[in-house]
Structure formats: structure tokens, C-alpha cells
């Protein structure tokens, strides 16, 4: 469904595993960055009654899942640690198109935000389907339902508001570059590392 080109090695969930404060930091901060995006997006698109509404809701959902993300770290006696950079994302963001017309760009970011929620829902599924902890393993199988519907979400939006871009063939572009980036993570325990 999610048209990736890489899927994660399973053995990356042990990774994460192994230093279950790592990923639980990384993770609450990728929410946070999921639910700016959506501001972001809403911020220069207000003119989009119905994209203003679904994106409200999703940046809604996402500190929600900040909140979800903060109250199992502290379940768990580890410390919320600082915003991390996350090279996966500034790399796509690297990718994404800035030149051409405000619709172009408009185009590209809501591609760049369905391609990171394409990307979380994966992990999470790998995460979900691999790690030990039962409590987290339920966790991220809600998540990976709530990141595929995010997804879908910003494809739809790409489709409906194009004025020239072939959003299909970009979003080829797009799974084809991340799948070569993709390559060189997995290695880490953070969300996309």
C-alpha cells in the first residue's frame, strides 16, 4: 500500500529496542515536527477550507501522540531528552521542490509530509511486529494505523489541488529518492536513523 521501495530490516526494531529511551525521545520529537508541518502547510493554504480542517485535525492528533510519547517516558522513569535533528527528514527536505509556482511548492511539501508519514508507519509496523516489549508493540500498531490514514491524507490533498503537477509521477520521483536514502539508515535508534 504505502509503495515503498525499501522496506527496514526487522533486526532494526532490536536496535531501537536496545535503548527504548533513545527512540521514545526521538519519537515524541518527530510528533512534534508532524504536528508543525501541518500548521506550516495550514499557515501558507488557508485559502483551502477543507484542507485548513483535515490538517487541523491531524496536528491535533500528532501532539496528541507528543503527549501519548511523554506520559510512557515518564511511565517509565526516563527523561523527555532534547530535540534531535533528524538528517532522514532535512535530506527529503533537501529534495522537495522550492522554485516554480506557489502551487508547485505547495504540491511538493504536502509529497514531503506524506512521504515521512509513509516512512513512520513502516517503522512503526516493523516496530509493532518485532519488538519484545508487549505494552510498546500494541502502542505502535495504533500508531501505524494513524500514520497510513495521515498519509493517505496528504496524498489526497496533492491530487485534489495540482494546477500543472503529474502528482503521480512526482510521487514515483519521491519513492524513488527515498528509497535510495532510505539505504543509508537503520542503523540507529531513532524513528528514521
Request: glycine share 4%; aromatic share 10%.
Amino acid at each position: 500500500m504505502l509503495g515503498l521501495k525499501l522496506l527496514t530490516d526487522p533486526r532494526w526494531a532490536n536496535i531501537a529496542e536496545s535503548n527504548l529511551e533513545e527512540i521514545l525521545t526521538d519519537h515524541a520529537w518527530c510528533e512534534q515536527k508532524a504536528a508543525t508541518n501541518a500548521i506550516t502547510i495550514i499557515a501558507y493554504n488557508s485559502e483551502h477550507e477543507d484542507l485548513v480542517t483535515a490538517l487541523t485535525d491531524i496536528a491535533i492528533e500528532e501532539m496528541e501522540h507528543f503527549k501519548m510519547v511523554h506520559e510512557i517516558i515518564k511511565q517509565r522513569g526516563y527523561t523527555l531528552g532534547r530535540e534531535r535533528k533528524d538528517d532522514y527528514v532535512n535530506q527529503l527536505f533537501k529534495f522537495m521542490k522550492k522554485d516554480g509556482s506557489r502551487n508547485d511548492a505547495f504540491i511538493d511539501r504536502l509529497l514531503f509530509a506524506a512521504m515521512i508519514e509513509a516512512r513512520s508507519c513502516e517503522r512503526f509496523r516493523v516496530l509493532s511486529d518485532n519488538i519484545k516489549d508487549e505494552e510498546l508493540a500494541i502502542f505502535y500498531r495504533e500508531l501505524m494505523i494513524s500514520e497510513a490514514g495521515h498519509y493517505t491524507t496528504f496524498l489526497k490533498f496533492a491530487k485534489k489541488y495540482t494546477e500543472k503537477v503529474d502528482v503521480d509521477q512526482r510521487w514515483k520521483e519521491w519513492l524513488d529518492f527515498e528509497g535510495q536514502l532510505i539505504q543509508n539508515y537503520g542503523k540507529q535508534e531513532t524513528v528514521h536513523g
